[in-house]
């Protein structure tokens, strides 16, 4: 058995074991695991609670460290994610270092896991108490890594979530880098017309954020930005960035955009203009400076003036150190598979993104035209790329279904319903739905409206799609959509239209570099993830890095605000103090091990400058020894592992309490019993 | 008349309230919460599980309340009402009245001998009235403050408390008292009310007993609740049979109420599946026009409720009577399937919609838009912000959310509220630097 290292303080552990409302002790027998363990040596209490984590239930246990001197504490309860903290909370109010506390879960690891085998779980949960007893055992108390940290914030994408992260972070006293990928500011929300619910027009409501950024002193905007790198950790993130050059100065800019003869398909109209390779991406753009589309331009030098002019892009490259990072790299929307409700195959089928832009384009016109053509009759098809089934919709590239609502298309289409019937009241509006979730505030009516103004609403069940195809020639309309209409009893009905809308969802962007470098996860919709959805709803797993807007999921504007601000109040609540704190399960070389020949402990290392070998004099004499820099070791413990004199430990989590641990689970129920008395 | 002054009033200690109240904390300003209840927590924490991890309620809402009660730089102030709000140059002055628990909240150490010893039983409001407690009690067994408070209207004064009080801490001639706080920003979380569940009459509800609200089921599925099990309130029987009438109290004209409530799609089904567990052999009905599970992993959700083997029928339920054995019979057109139907069920949840709370107005010449809920001038742009400056609001108090989206615009809330004071009041990092001393000399 390993040595108890703090025998000359006598051992007094309370254990808790809680019923997490119902959750654990509906499948585990508490109170007979709470009885197990207060016959185990050193306890001095075992008590169970309904609720430990309430201020009841923490008020427990600091009641047991003072009145009774407990001075280690275990808690079997929920994961450790989610209230260790608040239990190390507890111990540390009541007068004990907080990793004098030890977290068991008892009801991912056990209940939830075992929820048909009452007996077994409770079985489990006594070794893992036992487990976990044995580690409190030998529990040191510890001091967490204090680092300073800089009070500057990168916020990545700048649309409408980057912005106004930006923005709040700047009022609340950091300094701001925001990259945008583009050349230019306002993400997706710049391809909008009029917003739902206030009808604001979406350019307004950006130019308005984008001005109030620019004039905060503190916040530094950097354009057609990437990040190529990351180290480092919270507090102090070291970013690689690589800048592509604007090309051009602002006095040469209208005569090279004249001169300028190559076109590009404009992704900002989603294909449907095209516009040259220098360019603004739409008036009033921030900034306002045209810009080359490096990733097309054919290098041909262009005619100003009689000169010949070759337009370079000077990429530079620079790093930066920032104490959190907000991401903010947004959504794209689904692009249907070419057959796909007839997208990619018959000109008559667009996206509602497409629709927008067109409204957007054609501001003139007393009918609505397509290709040219006057459009009569025009059908929506909701949740295109949405709420899919799996065995049921084709998947994806990556093998998966789109099983997620995207949220705002419902508002979206009806949005543009009616901004169709205001400009074409002679207009038809079929809209094919499954269930139309006009949610937000304000939206609702929408739909009245819609009602109102004479769209005709048809329902599809999300196991039968409704098709798209072309008409019979000399048929009256262009397009056949065909519906089984549950609104009137599962009746096929053919609809003859002159244009088809696909109302698309949200998609998770190409980021999968970023997710890399920046070491964040994806949930299962491919989103990026959050902690816990109530608890830390906008931080990721990852200590600095935060989430705001749709780059963790479906949102509408004002969702991604609130986002977004929520992001900066984290960050500033993290950075404000000017420095944080780092838990402290990081290695520790024990210097009478080490013996400084062959470093496999470096060469195992997978963090960049977490451990080195270092030479210097010690009591006269020159000795050379692995070093670790805790603020780069994540305590992953490759070197422990690799360390052919065991030299090395992680803090919080030794060799010696492991081996504990795996003698308490190894033992057998009545010899655990055995073993109390 | 007692004056205080904080960086930031926050007006509710529910979800929304106590979010705003920690990330304004944590930024070194000095908050003070006021909640009209005995104990912080609100709505959250009489559920019994959320959606849609099905995490229980009070595993997310106590260390919340906690953490609030804890933190160095905020002040609770329950069983407090306010009764005005005035602003005053960029700031605002709120004043506000202590309710009288008739218990001195410094002595009471919250050892419930006074409960025990009360003779008078009166419904307990913390079960929807389902079961019962004290006229002397602690609110319910995880209430922050654990202090006990004395219901006037239902004690007769026997004294039986005040003599099993182990520290004397019953005061039987406490009464209201009037202090005042002034705050440089004021953020409104004073959330909302359900919809009484009469408000539509063919519907029937306070008058058949088989037929309850959804915080009612709240409590009959919470592990704390009255009775243990699933039993309906008309006789005691385990119900077979439930249905879920939804928008009993949104999307209906005729209440007056045209917004869609958001949470009662994802409750019913949550609820659903909860009911799945408890009563495997029970059948579990939702009628409903549209299926509104948009958040984040809410569909998935409803696809897994489906499988689980919960019914979802497609029609607005138009009426419903009682049967001679109590059983609530609900006439619903199918629209799916074009007949109108009676069926009969043990028990019948009406899935009521979410009303504006208080009147917010308070002296502010807060404008409420046609909801009712506070009016957002700018939803788009600053979407926390009210019509005043220096005034924010958060949570459902801006109209109906579920709590991810409430505790989302609460730290949207904190950041609003923390940009303002930093620019019309004080700057933070003197409070920062005393409360990180203060924690240096926490580690014994």
């Not at chain 1, 950091?174 to 350019?203: H, M």
């Not at chain 2, 609530?328 to 019948?348: A, N």
Request: hydrophobic share 40%; aromatic share 6%; with cysteine.
């Amino acid at each position: 058995m390993p040595e108890n290292k703090v025998a000359d303080k006598e051992l007094r552990i309370g254990v808790y074991t809680c019923y997490c409302g119902g959750n654990i002790s509906g499948v585990v027998n508490c109170d007979q695991v709470a009885e197990a363990m207060g016959k185990q040596a050193n306890v001095i209490c075992s008590r169970t609670d309904i609720s430990m984590c309430s201020s009841v239930g923490q008020a427990l246990i600091e009641k047991d460290i003072k009145e009774l001197g407990v001075n280690r504490v275990i808690v079997g309860a929920c994961a450790p994610a989610l209230h260790e903290q608040t239990f190390r909370g507890a111990v540390t109010r009541a007068g004990l270092n907080p990793f004098l506390y030890n977290h068991v879960g008892l009801r991912e690891q056990v209940s939830w896991a075992h929820p048909h085998d009452p007996v077994g779980a409770t079985d489990k949960a006594m070794h893992l108490m036992s487990a976990g007893l044995a580690k409190a055992r030998l529990l040191d108390p510890l001091e967490p890594i204090r680092l300073d940290a800089k009070k500057h914030a990168l916020v990545i994408g700048g649309g409408v979530a980057g912005l106004r992260a930006a923005l709040d972070l700047a009022r609340q006293d950091l300094a701001v880098t925001l990259l945008e990928k583009s050349p230019f500011l306002g993400g997706r929300a710049a391809q909008l017309g009029r917003t739902f619910p206030n009808q604001d027009e979406a350019t307004k409501l950006l130019s308005e954020l984008t001005q109030a950024v620019v004039a905060q002193p503190s916040v530094t905007i950097y354009t057609q930005a990437e990040i190529i790198g990351v180290t480092g950790y919270v507090g102090n993130y070291v970013v690689q960035i690589r800048q592509h050059g604007r090309g051009l100065s602002d006095h040469q800019a209208e005569k090279l955009m004249a001169a300028c003869k190559q076109e590009v398909s404009d992704p900002f109209d989603y294909g449907l203009t095209k516009r040259k390779v220098i360019y603004r991406q739409y008036e009033g753009c921030s900034p306002a400076s045209a810009a080359v589309d490096w990733e097309h331009y054919d290098g041909a030098p262009l005619q100003v003036d009689g000169y010949s002019v070759q337009l370079n892009d000077e990429v530079r490259e620079f790093e930066l150190t920032v104490g959190a990072v907000v991401v903010a790299t947004g959504f794209d929307p689904y692009t249907p598979r070419t057959g796909e409700y007839g997208y990619g195959e018959l000109a008559e089928v667009a996206t509602l993104p497409q629709l927008i832009r067109h409204l957007a384009i054609h501001k003139d016109g007393d009918g609505l035209e397509w290709n040219g053509n006057a459009v009569r009759s025009l059908a929506l098809i909701h949740c295109v790329g949405s709420r899919e089934i799996e065995g049921i919709d084709q998947p994806h590239a990556d093998g998966q279904v789109n099983n997620y609502c995207s949220r705002v298309c419902c508002s979206a289409s009806l949005q543009a319903c009616g901004e169709l019937h205001e400009r074409f009241p002679k207009l038809n509006i079929y809209d094919l739905h499954q269930d139309i979730r006009t949610y937000g505030r304000g939206h609702e009516k929408l739909y009245y409206n819609a009602l109102e103004n004479g769209v005709r609403f048809l329902r599809f069940n999300g196991e039968e799609r409704p098709t798209v195809q072309a008409a019979s020639e000399g048929d009256p309309y262009p397009v056949l959509v065909r519906i089984n209409d549950r609104l009137t009893y599962g009746e096929e009905i053919e609809i003859g239209v002159d244009l088809v809308i696909l109302a698309v969802g949200m998609m998770p962007r190409d980021i999968d570099d970023l997710v890399k470098m920046l070491k964040v996860s994806r949930g299962s919709d491919r989103f990026l993830l959050e902690v816990h959805p109530k608890l830390r709803p906008v931080e990721t797993a990852v200590n600095g890095i935060v989430l705001a807007g749709t780059v963790q999921g479906p949102m509408n504007i004002q969702e991604s605000l609130l986002a977004a601000s929520a992001a900066a109040a984290k960050v500033s609540s993290l950075l404000g103090k000017g420095r944080v704190e780092l838990p402290p399960f990081v290695a520790r070389v024990n210097a009478e091990l080490c013996q400084g020949g062959k470093p496999a402990c470096v060469e195992s290392c997978i963090y960049e400058g977490a451990i080195a070998q270092r030479t210097f004099i010690e009591n006269g004499k020159e000795v050379t020894r692995a070093v670790v820099t805790a603020a780069n070791c994540t305590g992953c413990g490759a070197c422990v592992a690799a360390c052919p004199h065991g030299a090395i430990d992680i803090q919080g989590w030794t060799l010696g309490q492991y081996e504990a641990m795996v003698d308490a689970i190894a033992l057998e129920l009545p010899e655990l019993q055995e073993a109390a008395k | 008349m007692t004056s205080i002054h904080v960086d930031a009033l926050v007006v509710g200690g529910g979800i929304a309230g106590l979010q705003t109240a920690v990330d304004l904390a944590d930024q070194g300003f000095q908050v003070a919460v006021v909640e009209r209840e005995p104990s912080v927590g609100g709505k959250m924490i009489t559920l019994s599980k959320v959606f849609p991890t099905l995490d229980c309620a009070s595993c997310i809402t106590t260390p919340k309340m906690a953490a609030t009660a804890h933190h160095p730089n905020i002040q609770l102030f329950t069983y407090c009402e306010v009764q005005s709000i005035r602003k005053q140059g960029a700031g605002s002055v709120a004043t506000v009245s202590q309710k009288p628990r008739f218990v001195d909240t410094a002595k009471c150490t919250g050892c419930r001998l006074c409960e025990y010893a009360c003779p008078i039983t009166v419904p307990n409001t913390f079960d929807s009235n389902l079961g019962t407690y004290r006229a002397i009690r602690v609110p319910f067994p995880t209430a922050v403050p654990q202090t006990a408070v004395l219901d006037p209207a239902n004690c007769l004064f026997c004294g039986k408390c005040e003599k099993a009080c182990p520290v004397d801490a019953i005061d039987f001639g406490q009464k209201a008292e009037t202090f005042s706080i002034s705050a440089t920003a004021v953020i409104l979380a004073t959330g909302f009310k359900l919809t009484p569940i009469g408000a539509k009459k063919e519907y029937q509800g306070g008058k058949l007993q088989n037929v309850i609200d959804p915080m009612m089921m709240e409590r009959l599925l919470a592990p704390t609740g009255p009775y243990g099990r699933i039993l309906r309130p008309g006789d005691g029987k385990e119900p077979m049979s439930i249905a879920y009438v939804q928008c009993a109290g949104s999307r209906d004209v005729t209440l007056g109420v045209e917004y869609c409530s958001r949470v009662c799609c994802m409750y019913a089904i949550k609820q659903a599946m909860l009911l799945n567990g408890a009563l495997p052999l029970a059948d579990v009905t939702i009628y409903y026009m549209d299926i509104r599970t948009f958040g984040k992993g809410y569909e998935q959700f409803y696809q897994n409720a489906k499988a689980m083997g919960v019914t979802f029928l497609r029609g607005k339920v138009a009426a419903i009577r009682e049967d001679e054995h109590q059983n609530p019979v609900v006439k619903v057109e199918l629209t799916e399937e074009g007949r109108v139907e009676e069926r009969t069920h043990d028990l019948v949840v009406l899935s009521l919609g979410m009303l504006p709370g208080e009147d917010l107005s308070l002296d502010l010449g807060l404008k409420r838009s046609s909801d009712g809920f506070v009016n957002s001038p700018a939803p788009n742009a600053r979407p926390n912000e009210t019509d005043q400056p220096g005034i924010f609001v958060t949570g459902t108090a801006m109209g109906p959310m579920d709590i991810v989206d409430s505790i989302v615009t609460a730290s949207g809330a904190a950041a609003a509220a923390s940009a303002y004071i930093r620019e019309f009041g004080k700057s933070p990092a003197a409070v920062a630097e005393e409360s990180e001393a203060q924690k240096e000399s926490v580690y014994a």
